[in-house]
């Protein structure tokens, strides 16, 4: 528990009901400050906290021992941490990890970049936006090092205020978007290349299924921001970038307008997608061989037209050029009414 002198900076209950250690070399310990174990259990922990999150990063901490652990083990940990200067907060709920053949030098900086294999799963994690605006949720998330797979039963942005609240808490235009994706797998992914460097990288990213609504209030005042083209998105990643391809095997996306002179909002729909993005990349390799990313996707425009989109730009072309070819068949004008009459006044 936090000291009562700290009442005010910072609160924080940790609470652990046990744990075991098996294979201590002694005579290492006491002799040598040699710090042997061959496994670590630590049963049932639970972290609650409220901390002010630091601006800037922290000075690296430095080992004052050797440790070497062959097995650690965390079962059902929980966590709540909450920032004190801002609305930031994270949470975990059952999370179970496994580290194995954690070796730490003495004098060695202490990061989690020492963790070298790891497995976990987590019950639940969320995450909610410094500004309150948003709270992301995963659930049943999984990671095997064996496999070197990462699987999530869902993922979802939901915003934490109505259409009306969300948008007046902004002076200018702004997409609410609210979006829920399920039965994700990252095929052939590093957790610990990600945790050390930030890479992103996989052979093949599954979607089952996407459900997004994005809702925008054309009433309030524009500000034309220029935002970089999302090739430059990718170039300017920290961090490696190489993912063949992602897929989406079904899903929705509805966006949602409310015009000027609107007295409601209008809607457009996009149904039954399945789309396959291909070679997301920032390897600067690809500055001087040919290469090229892009997608294919197909839906159903207002549940009842067929439509396809097929997009392909070189990589680290200069002018981040990009070609798009797109198809619409079978639509009824009406269709567009729930847009056209209530955003455009014109009833087809």
């Known amino acids: 528990s936090t000291k009562p002198e700290q009442n005010g900076i910072q609160d924080i209950n940790g609470e652990v009901e046990s744990i075991r250690l098996e294979g201590i070399h002694f005579r290492k310990a006491i002799f040598k400050r040699d710090i042997e174990i061959s496994e670590v259990i630590i049963f049932n922990s639970s972290i609650n906290g409220n901390i ?10 430095i080992s004052s021992l050797n440790i070497r652990i062959d097995s650690l083990f965390l079962d059902k940990t929980n966590l709540k941490i909450k920032n004190t200067t801002t609305a930031q907060a994270f949470s975990a709920k059952d999370a179970v990890l496994k580290i194995y053949h954690l070796q730490v030098q003495k ?59 969300f948008t007046a808490r902004h002076k200018f235009e702004i997409d609410r978007i609210e979006a829920g994706l399920s039965k994700i797998a990252l095929h052939d992914f590093s957790a610990s290349d990600f945790i050390k460097s930030g890479s992103l990288t996989s052979a093949y990213i599954e979607i089952g299924k996407l459900e997004m609504n994005i809702f925008r209030d054309k009433r309030k005042e524009f500000n034309h921001v220029n935002k970089p083209a ?51 990349t920032n390897d600067t390799i690809y500055k001087t061989e040919k290469a090229f990313i892009g997608f294919n996707a197909e839906a159903l425009l207002m549940g009842k037209a067929k439509m396809t989109v097929q997009m392909k730009g070189r990589l680290f072309d200069s002018q981040n050029t990009f070609v798009v070819n797109g198809k619409l068949s079978g639509i009824e004008v009406m269709e567009l009414n729930p847009m056209l009459e209530i955003n455009a006044f014109i009833y087809a």
């Open 107 to 165: 004098l060695d900086t202490l990061s989690a970049s020492i963790v070298k294999q790891f497995e976990f799963n987590v019950q639940e994690f969320q995450s909610v936006s410094p500004d309150s605006m948003y709270t992301n949720t995963a659930t049943g998330i999984n990671y095997s090092a064996t496999s070197n797979k990462l699987t999530v039963d869902s993922f979802s942005i939901q915003p934490n205020y109505p259409e009306a609240e």
């Open 230 to 280: 999302f090739q430059d998105l990718i170039y300017n990643y920290s961090g490696k970038i190489n993912i063949d391809s992602i897929s989406i095997s079904g899903g929705n996306i509805t966006y949602t307008e409310h015009a000027e002179n609107a007295s409601e909002p209008g809607v457009i729909r996009f149904n039954e997608l399945n789309a396959l993005i291909f070679n997301i």
């Open 52 to 61: 002010p999150f630091p601006e800037k990063p922290m000075p690296p901490k």
